[in-house]
């Protein structure tokens, strides 16, 4: 699978992987500051942006696998700063598991290493259903976007509000309902947290609801080699929300790297 995907500056590489259902625009405030530093790489993952969908479920292994796949198109034999947001931070953890030998660090952002409840996968599946039946992503926005930006945000930017509402509906249903199920049959990486030996950076939003600042305080705690940082006035697309706070941990985590 060609995944498409953004690429600036020069300097050493950051691929950040965004959640669901987005694109690699999400980065586009780390795009222009980071991406001055460093080589950032944003990919659009499969079935979301500008990257095709493929028929069944877009299970998170194989939207790693497209990721490794897109390092090795590139000729990116040098170990990656890998970050992930939320579905992104899924698939980074399947990579830190399946590809050790890939990674320079890490960054799960908004994110968790626990798999859904069996409540939340059946959800996923009537959600899936839904989109499918009736070809419409509506239902999607309508459920996730309150969940997903912080008190702040929803208070004092609806121009930010419309334009996550936008990014989300823009998404097809069949990218949608391959990503949900993908999502709802990921496993429980918990316990390979302890195994991840590079520099880990777990940002959070003080509002995030839907990975809510404790679950990734215990990952934090889970890994060994790991930074915790706390994004205030921002929800669960912390790096966009308040960019200025996430970018100066990202630049103070990544600046320090040996
Ligand atoms: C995301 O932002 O990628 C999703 O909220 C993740 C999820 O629903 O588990």
Redesign the pocket.
Known sequence: MQLYYSDDGPGRIVVLLH??PHDHTIWDFQRTTLGSIYRLICPDLRGHGRSPALAGVATIDAMADDVIELLDALKIQEQVVLGGL??GGYIALSIAARYPERLRALMLIDTRAGADSPEAAQGREELARQVEASEDVGPVVTT?LPKMLGAATRLNRPELVAQVGDLMGRTSPSGIAGALRG?ASRPDRTAELARISVPTLVMVGAEDQ?TPPETARAMAEAIPNSQFVLIPAAG?LAPLENPAAANEAFLKFLDALP
Do not use: K, N, T, V
Request: no cysteine; glycine share 12%.
């Open positions: 959640g669901f939320s579905m996730m999502m839907i669960h």
